[in-house]
């Protein structure tokens, strides 16, 4: 969608469904208004699912986790999926066969990878090494920014979310046609003496962590005498104990965990990215807790939320912040502005009012360091 169409979105009423109001500022796609969403009623819920359900069957993924408990388990997030012989994951990575389970995220990864000149635009550039030089000379080439050197960005072609707003949507098109599968040294072979960092984000790292951590120890073992540093951009809904192996891949490196807390109404979060947030916020209590204060600079966790217009608004932020500031005011807080993508296309673009709203909520409710991001948006 064209930026200069989204102005006339915001003049089109979104008309509730389950309560029947009009709303101004919002797209008629998501069919339930953020009252409703809170309230959790059983015809919201219905409504909601169906919105889900009709945008994953464009890509022959399963509605909700398979539970065939004839099947086999997969533990690697919180879905728990138990898939037969013939079942896909909700992640639309495995099958229930062993060979898929013992192979497909582990020793092979659908993957794509290309390189980003430092510094580059991502979530933490604003505070990481190859942004600002911090921790130079330990984890940084120059005190300042790494001009000259660059960053492998590994896109993930898997993801356990359903998020209606998705950016990087297009991957899922990837589970039309037989994967394309590449070897953790094929993907390893990539760092060169110029790669100073590399980020894991998709889709999402967590359906193949195995395989990324694998691969991240061998990029380190093939440049071992230099800075390599290991980054990931992720929703948090892994098994705690990849979670702590994440951490410490970037904790001895100098690289990052970008945590992505979508909502923090379990309701909101469920009508937006089709789930529940529970083993999200409490991974990231782990992260904030037990490993944030480990490595200040350059820092090694960085929270972010994407401003979607009239479900993530100041009282979501301010939420999410306590919650942050609670365990460490030190942590970087990045807010994005919502742009319309995939099944929200019919939305408008983050109001100003509601950007500016959210930023000074983050920093009442007790942040240091709270940014604004992609704020060139703002209309």
């Known amino acids: 969608m064209l930026i200069k ?5 915001s003049a089109r009423p979104m008309i509730c469904m389950v309560c029947g109001r009009p709303v101004s500022g919002l797209g008629q796609s998501v069919g339930v208004c953020p009252q409703c969403v809170c309230e959790g009623s059983g015809e919201s819920l219905q409504r909601l699912s169906r919105v889900h359900r009709k945008s994953r069957e ?6 909700v986790p398979p539970r065939n408990f004839k099947g086999l388990p997969c533990n690697l997030c919180f879905h728990h999926c138990v898939m037969g012989q013939n079942d896909q994951g909700y992640c639309g990575l495995r099958r229930g066969d062993p060979a898929s389970l013992r192979k497909d995220g582990r020793s092979r990864g659908r993957v794509s990878s290309y390189f980003d000149p430092l510094p580059t635009n991502c979530v933490a550039d604003w505070v990481c090494a190859g942004g600002t030089g911090a921790g ?9 920014p790494e001009v000259g050197f660059y960053n492998l960005a590994v896109f993930f072609e898997s993801c356990n979310f359903n998020c209606l707003y998705c950016q990087n949507w297009s991957f899922k098109k990837s589970n039309l046609y037989p994967p394309a599968w590449r070897s953790v040294e094929e993907l390893a072979r990539e760092v060169n003496e110029q790669t100073s960092c590399v980020c894991f984000f ?6 193949q962590v195995p395989f990324a951590l694998q691969a991240s120890r061998r990029m380190r073992e093939n440049l071992a005498t230099n800075i390599l540093r290991i980054c990931w951009e992720t929703n948090l809904s892994m098994h705690p104990s990849w979670l702590k192996l994440m951490a410490q891949a970037s904790l001895a490196s100098g690289g990052c965990i970008k945590g992505d807390i979508k909502a923090w109404n379990p309701q909101i979060h469920k009508a937006l990215a089709g789930c529940d947030n529970g083993v999200v916020l409490s991974n990231f209590s782990q992260l904030a807790r037990n490993w944030a204060p480990l490595r200040r600079e350059p820092p090694l966790v960085i929270a972010s939320t994407l401003l979607v217009p009239g479900y993530v608004d100041e009282k979501e932020v301010h939420s999410i912040a306590s919650f942050i500031a609670q365990m460490d005011p030190h942590i970087p807080y990045a807010l994005s502005v919502f742009v319309p993508q995939y099944h929200m296309e019919d939305f408008p673009i983050t109001p100003r009012a509601q950007a500016e709203a959210c930023v ?4 009442k409710a007790g942040l240091e360091n709270v940014r604004l991001a992609n704020r060139s948006f703002l209309l």
């Open 136 to 144: 130079y000379p330990l984890f940084a080439h120059d005190d300042g």
């Open 58 to 63: 464009l890509f022959n993924l399963p509605a």
């Open 5 to 9: 169409d989204c102005k006339k979105n």
């Open 202 to 207: 998709g889709g999402d790292p967590t359906p």
């Open 360 to 363: 000074h909520a983050a920093r």
